[in-house]
Nanobody
Framework: QVQLVESGGGLVQAGVSLRLSCAAS????????MGWYRQAPGKQREMVAV???????TYADSVKGRFTISRDSAKNTVYLQMSSLKPEDTAVYYC?????????WGQGTQVTVSS
């Protein structure tokens, strides 16, 4: 089992920055991709940013140029630096970690951006 613990969400005003962190307890499993997804009320969960074990990064078009994902593989930790936040970024943000056979999810952290 891989356990994920997220931190860093909160209520902020539009335009400011916020950093999310997700620490994974790998328990002997090899973690491949790590990433962040989000789910706004009434909407499906969507990919925000993903980083592979080799460092390849993919961003959703809606966050390109504003969000930066990074990873400390030695610590099995992934970060999401969010800048120029917009009200439409309001959602529950979930950390994801993939092993060869399973996808693991964190409990989610709420990010609310007021206008």
């Amino acid at each position: 089992q891989v356990q994920l613990v997220e931190s860093g969400g909160g209520l902020v005003q539009a335009g400011v920055s916020l950093r999310l962190s997700c620490a994974a307890s790998a328990n002997g499993f090899r973690i491949d991709n790590m990433g962040w997804y989000r789910q706004a009320p009434g909407k499906q969960r969507e990919m925000v940013a993903v980083i592979t074990s080799g460092g390849r990064i993919t961003y959703a078009d809606s966050v390109k140029g504003r969000f930066t994902i990074s990873r400390d593989s030695a610590k099995n930790t992934v970060y999401l630096q969010m800048s120029s936040l917009k009200p439409e970024d309001t959602a529950v943000y979930y950390c994801n970690a993939d092993t060869l056979f399973h996808a693991y999810w964190g409990q989610g952290t709420q990010v609310t951006v007021s206008s």
